[in-house]
């Protein structure tokens, strides 16, 4: 077989199902979305934390809940010899666990995080939704305060306000009590679904003794109608959850944050109580979504303490602001391009481009061996408004050429004014320099 019909069977490579490149437009927005994660968080005294993408599969199972979707049905799991690992599904059972491995009980309280990480579900790819994606998100824990969730709520509406997307989301927010209320409610539903269990769908079949709470989410016709007739949470709720939920409602009243109550709302993992809440688009998609967790620490091997977070959809943010017209600051931009001809003048270029990068211009060129006219072309691709002309006749005369490319007009500038003729061009509020610290 020839190398020509070899290359022709060669198998062309393609990103995995549910996994996405993100190509430098879209980090564009990914920029945007960090920055505005990071300025709210550091605003309110929270500090970035990063756990490993692995963790002990104990972790999720004892933390998430054994029956629930994501580690039954969505997590990868990685078995070696003697364990058996899971890539992180979600950030909130490894923040845990690192609170306690790392005795932050003894830190000043509560302990707030922050964190923007990669995340892995073996889920049926959809709209804003991915196999491998990232989530941004808060938590705080060592604290039981309706005014902190309120706060928290706040934190994550004055992200997307910022982000000028927020009035294309809907907060619904709910109670699903303590564990004891819950659990007595768990009874009531399965004893309301049993008789009707073959109208159930095939999911909501397995949740019924394993999280009939899930019913009620569910997204199925079928299920949506049963559900309408199922009791009702607030009759099991003791005098406590309202109390508490009151409060967290009075609070988001006082702040400004408006808010619609969906009974419905129970989240899908075993570590909630209280408080739980979502930020939903006009399609019912959830973009951000957390609630209270108070058990979670004690579940995984820690003292009690109180929790509170949420976490939100890099993906689907970038999503909506791409649908809203959004459109980010362009900061890979080329302000001038450097065109040289010669081994002398290739030299002189490229301490040329190093001394204007030193006082933060933009610049490309002074590589390969292609002719001046495929340079300007270049320079033109890379939409480059200057571009700096250098050849072995200019270094002997000492002079550089100064191109317009919108005009086309050019001018001979001494090679050693070149710099300040630049500066002198540009916009000084444009140039890109940094210093630690910053």
């Known amino acids: 077989m020839s190398d020509e019909e070899n290359t022709k069977k060669m198998k062309k490579f393609q990103s995995v199902r549910g996994m996405h490149d993100m190509l430098p437009e879209d980090h564009d927005y990914y920029t945007v979305v960090k920055k505005a994660i990071r300025h709210r968080a550091r605003q309110a005294g929270f500090r970035r ?3 490993p993408l692995l963790e002990d599969i104990g972790v999720f199972e004892r933390s998430l809940g054994v029956a629930t979707d994501v580690v039954e049905k969505e ?4 078995k070696t010899e003697k364990h058996t690992y899971g890539l992180r599904p979600e950030s909130t059972a490894g923040v845990c666990r690192a609170f306690i491995e790392h005795g932050m009980n003894s830190w000043a309280q509560p302990v707030q995080f922050y964190y923007i990480e990669p995340h892995y579900r073996h889920d049926r790819p959809q709209k804003g939704r991915f196999r491998e994606f990232r989530q941004f998100g808060v938590e705080v824990l060592g604290n039981r305060d309706p005014s902190l969730d309120a706060q928290v709520i706040l934190l994550a509406s004055k992200i997307l306000r910022d982000l000028k997307i927020d009035d294309r989301f809907t907060l619904h927010i709910n109670t699903i009590g303590t564990a ?3 659990k007595k409610y768990e009874v009531a539903l399965r004893d309301y679904f049993l008789p009707k269990l073959r109208n159930l769908s095939e999911d909501s079949q397995r949740r ?4 009939p709470l899930r019913i009620l989410d569910s997204k199925d016709e079928d299920d949506k109608i049963l559900s309408e007739l199922a009791p009702k949470f607030e009759n099991f709720l003791d005098d406590e959850s309202k109390q508490y939920f009151a409060k967290v409602l009075h609070y988001l009243d006082a702040v400004g944050v408006k808010y619609a109550i969906n009974e ?4 899908g993992l075993d570590y909630y109580c209280d408080t739980v809440f979502e930020f939903v688009d006009e399609d019912g998609l959830s973009v951000l979504a957390g609630g209270r967790y108070d058990g979670l620490i004690e579940k995984l091997g820690g003292q009690p303490t109180p929790g509170f977070g949420f976490a939100g959809g890099v993906e689907r943010l970038i999503s909506h602001l791409k649908d809203a017209g959004v459109v980010p ?3 890979d931009h080329v302000d001038v391009y450097v065109a040289c001809i010669g081994e002398s003048a290739k030299g002189k270029a490229m301490k040329l481009i190093s001394d204007l990068h030193d006082m933060g211009v933009h610049v490309r060129g002074a590589i390969g061996k292609d002719s001046m006219r495929n340079q300007l072309k270049n320079a033109d691709k890379f939409g480059a408004p200057w571009t700096l002309i250098l050849g072995d006749v200019e270094v002997r005369e000492g002079i550089i050429i100064l191109r317009n490319m919108t005009e086309g007009a050019q001018e001979r500038i001494p090679f ?3 710099l300040d003729k630049v500066k002198e061009l540009l916009d000084p509020e444009n140039l890109d320099t940094w210093k630690m610290g910053e």
């Open 49 to 51: 934390i990063t756990t």
């Open 75 to 78: 997590m990868y799991k990685i």
């Open 180 to 182: 004891k209320s819950r």
């Open 208 to 211: 019924i003794e394993t999280n």
């Open 264 to 267: 419905k709302l129970v989240r």
């Open 329 to 331: 600051p362009e900061k």
């Open 416 to 418: 050693d004014g070149i």
